[in-house]
């Protein structure tokens, strides 16, 4: 492992980053604080309590959710498909790094964006709510494989991606969608029985209420699963990307 590569791709994707650093904060912190006036305080003034907890404090693991996997995924299809656009890709390619250094570099830095803007997030719900961390070790560890697990899926966006339009096209018409509905803002268990069999179809589903569970100790499914769709996803994810850099699928055609 050519650590010098990948050391100077994460570099150089972090300076990128720190140069929009204001806008990359004040972003989030607007629209997690919006979320909490709107979901917190309207619908919140309604339901008051969802399995045993406040529903300001029970939307926070699904507002990080949010918003790490669509940074995640963004970050992460940008950073590669820039210097596919510009042409520089093909440097990157005849230099002597793998395409698994390749892979941690933008991989790398992408995940550490989201997990950045995810404490951010967490800090602001502070000021919102009284939130409890029950499993803060399991927290970070959901929150690192979902980082890394998404700007995965971002990468091989950014590969497929012949134009900035689709480079937006998931994240906002796939991934999106998916969290609304993988029980961000609810439990399943609110759910009629026959929505809530088709929503465990939904692959976020098992990533959210891993998450939550860190936080309050309850889920929809069980720990064991969300690990193992979490490991499921990423693995898939890499097998393709190694498909990708075999094949020079959308690289080198």
Same mark, same amino acid.
């Given at each position: 492992?050519?650590?010098? +590569?990948?050391?100077? &791709?994460?570099?150089?994707? /972090? @300076? ?25 305080? +309207?619908?919140?003034?309604?339901? !008051? ?13 699904? %507002? =990080? /959710?949010?918003?790490?996997?669509? !940074? ?13 656009? #510009? ?14 250094? #390749? ?11 989201? $997990? ?16 409890? *961390?029950?499993?803060? %070790?399991? $927290?970070?560890?959901?929150?690192? %494989?979902?980082? #890394? ?28 969608? %998916? ?10 268990? /609110?759910?009629?029985?026959?929505? !809530?069999? =088709? ?29 193992? +769709? *979490? ?12 498909? &990708?850099?075999?094949?020079?699928? @959308?690289?080198?055609?």
């Amino acid at each position: 492992m050519n650590f010098n +590569a990948v050391w100077t &791709i994460y570099i150089f994707e /972090m @300076r990128r980053f720190f140069r929009t650093m204001t806008q990359s904060i004040v972003s989030p912190v607007l629209s997690t604080s919006l979320y909490f006036v709107v979901f917190g305080t +309207a619908i919140g003034s309604r339901i !008051q309590e969802v399995e045993g907890t406040s529903y300001g404090a029970f939307i926070v693991p699904g %507002l =990080i /959710m949010l918003t790490v996997m669509t !940074q995640a995924t963004s970050n992460a299809s940008f950073g590669i498909y820039f210097p596919k656009f #510009i042409g520089t890709i093909y440097e990157l390619l005849s230099a002597p790094v793998s395409f698994l250094e #390749i892979v941690a570099g933008y991989v790398g830095a992408a995940a550490t964006k989201a $997990m950045f803007i995810g404490v951010i997030i967490l800090i602001t719900s502070f000021f919102f709510v009284d939130i409890s *961390i029950a499993h803060p %070790l399991a $927290m970070v560890a959901f929150l690192t %494989l979902t980082c #890394i697990s998404f700007a995965l899926l971002g990468f091989i966006i950014g590969i497929w991606a012949g134009n900035f339009e689709q480079l937006q096209l998931i994240p906002l018409l796939v991934i999106t969608p %998916l969290v609304f509905l993988g029980g961000s803002f609810y439990s399943i268990s /609110m759910l009629p029985p026959i929505w !809530q069999s =088709i929503t465990l179809f939904n692959p976020v589903v098992y990533l959210i209420s891993g998450f939550r569970w860190s936080f309050f100790g309850t889920a929809d499914v069980s720990i064991g699963l969300s690990l193992f +769709a *979490i490991a499921l996803f990423t693995g898939a994810c890499l097998a393709f990307i190694w498909w &990708i850099f075999k094949t020079g699928w @959308r690289i080198r055609q």
